[in-house]
Nanobody, 115 residues
Framework: QVQLVESGGGLVQAGGSLRLSCTSN????????MGWYRQVPGKQRELVAS???????NYADSVKDRFTISRDNAKNMVYLQLNSLKPEDTAVYYC?????????WGKGTLVTVSS
């Protein structure tokens, strides 16, 4: 069973940065599009960024120009660089296939941005 493991979250002040990492016991490198999602309690999980093996990336308007998704297929990793963080970015962040999460969801990593 494929498992996704996210890490790198934490508490950061507004304007700060974090780098999230995603790895798996499965072959992430073979998946055409991987994405990062986030969820706030009481709200639906939303896709914030995706990256294809062909090099194309897409971002939600709310994170465009602040977040950067990247993949390192040699290491079987997917990353999300979060810059200029805002309190409204506070959420649990998950990785999964994009644009719809088709794999079992991992536990996610909590990002908390203080004002």
């Amino acid at each position: 069973q494929v498992q996704l493991v996210e890490s790198g979250g934490g508490l950061v002040q507004a304007g700060g940065s974090l780098r999230l990492s995603c790895t798996s016991n499965g072959r992430l490198w073979s998946i055409d599009t991987m994405g990062w999602y986030r969820q706030v309690p009481g709200k639906q999980r939303e896709l914030v960024a995706s990256a294809s093996n062909g090099g194309s990336t897409n971002y939600a308007d709310s994170v465009k120009d602040r977040f950067t998704i990247s993949r390192d297929n040699a290491k079987n990793m997917v990353y999300l660089q979060l810059n200029s963080l805002k309190p409204e970015d506070t959420a649990v962040y998950y990785c999964n296939t994009g644009p719809v999460g088709m794999l079992n969801w991992g536990k996610g990593t909590l990002v908390t941005v203080s004002s």
